[in-house]
Nanobody
Framework: QAHLVESGGGLVQAGDSLRLSCTSS????????MGWFRQPPGKHREFVAA????????KYADSVKGRFTITRDDAKNTVYLQMNNLSPDDTGVYSC?????????????????WGEGTQVTVSS
């Protein structure tokens, strides 16, 4: 059974950085494109970043371009999200997800496995 577990969230101040990790088990990690999504308080889930199953393509939401970086370490079955220059608008529950042979264009409904999420709170 596949599991995704996020870590690295927390309470930070505006301008600070965080690195989120998502470690998988029970699936062949190298076959999966990985995505990060977030759900701000009172809002719907939104796309943040994605990396293709080969790792050669990445995609970001416009709101995080230039501040966030998604990477993957296939040897550790882990995908990361480095978040710099955080703002209160980045507050939310961040979840990772896995999509078989996923590219960076997969809609969220196409992702098959989801973690439970980690809370990121950015104070002003």
């Amino acid at each position: 059974q596949a599991h995704l577990v996020e870590s690295g969230g927390g309470l930070v101040q505006a301008g600070d950085s965080l690195r989120l990790s998502c470690t998988s088990s029970g699936l062949t990690f190298t076959r999966y494109g990985m995505g990060w999504f977030r759900q701000p308080p009172g809002k719907h889930r939104e796309f943040v970043a994605a990396i293709s199953w080969r790792g050669e393509k990445v995609k970001y939401a416009d709101s995080v371009k230039g501040r966030f970086t998604i990477t993957r370490d296939d040897a550790k079955n882990t995908v990361y999200l480095q978040m710099n220059n955080l703002s209160p608008d980045d507050t939310g529950v961040y979840s990772c997800a896995a999509d078989t042979w996923g590219t960076t264009e997969s809609p969220w409904r196409q992702y098959e496995y989801w973690g439970e999420g980690t809370q990121v709170t950015v104070s002003s």
